[in-house]
């Protein structure tokens, strides 16, 4: 059973710093991975979708990269902004392409 | 549309009451899913419909959840004698399901948070 893992829980960061959010998954056999933002109270907001043939994708100040054989996939927000400021989910997705999530990186960027 | 909708956004009921939530896909994405997410928690998959027929409801946790989608555009999510662990946000996402990287990206509709009292 696929089970995807986000580390850390929880962040707080002031303006301006670069940062990481880490996403693990226990089975290689994925189609894509998708990186999402929620804000409070709010449905999902897609960032970026990576194929399982692709190593990174770039959106502005995101990027986010796959390593399938081991399993995890790194999301990099670069110079992070108070509107930043959210819950972050990773996603990866299996067939019939559902998806099955983390419990997601809570992030606060402190101006 | 422009995004997928969903009403209502709030529902509170009774416990053992029925309830249907609503789901309005992206005008022309084929397939369509529904998701429930409980607080501090990523969202969990309930089921998958690809046109009109349910391609996978594995993620449905008892019968006491149904879904369907007549015309192969607007969804209902039916839910019967509801408990009290049923309440939390009830998701719906549409994706076109063309070829390409295009097709494969699931858009989300703002949720209905369910409370069973």
Redesign the interface.
Same mark, same amino acid.
Request: charged share 10%; hydrophobic share 35%.
């Given at each position: 059973k696929q089970e995807?893992t986000q580390i850390p829980a929880a962040l707080s960061v002031p303006e301006g710093e670069n940062l990481v959010l880490n996403c693990s998954f226990t089975d290689s056999a994925i189609?894509?991975l998708?990186w999402?933002r929620q804000d409070p109270g709010?449905?999902?907001?897609?960032l970026l979708?990576i194929?399982s043939s692709q190593r990174e994708q770039t959106s502005g100040r995101l990027n986010a990269s796959l390593d399938k054989s081991s399993g995890r996939s790194t999301l990099y927000i670069a110079a992070s902004q108070p509107g930043d400021s959210a819950t972050y989910?990773c996603?990866v997705?299996h067939?019939?392409?559902?998806?099955?999530?983390?419990?997601?990186t809570r992030l606060l960027v402190r101006p | 549309g422009a995004g997928?909708s969903q009403t209502p956004s709030n529902k509170v009921t009774e416990k053992g009451k029925y309830v249907e939530l609503r789901c309005d896909p992206i005008s022309g994405h084929t $397939?369509l899913?529904w998701?429930r997410q409980s607080l501090? *928690?990523?969202?969990?998959?309930l089921i998958?419909f690809q046109g009109t027929g349910a $391609?996978?409801d594995s993620?449905l946790p008892n019968d006491r959840f149904f879904a369907v989608r007549p015309e192969g555009s607007v969804s209902t999510l039916k839910i019967q004698r509801t408990e009290r662990g049923d309440s939390a946000v009830y998701?719906c996402?549409s994706?076109s399901g063309l070829a390409g990287?295009g097709g494969?990206? *699931?858009?989300?509709?703002?949720?209905t948070r369910l409370t069973v009292l």
């Open positions: 995807v189609y894509n998708q999402f709010k449905g999902l907001t897609s979708l194929q989910l996603a997705i067939g019939s392409y559902k998806l099955i999530f983390g419990s997601g | 997928v $397939a899913y998701y501090g *928690q990523g969202p969990e998959f998958y $391609a996978d993620g998701l996402a994706r990287p494969d990206t *699931q858009y989300f509709g703002p949720g």
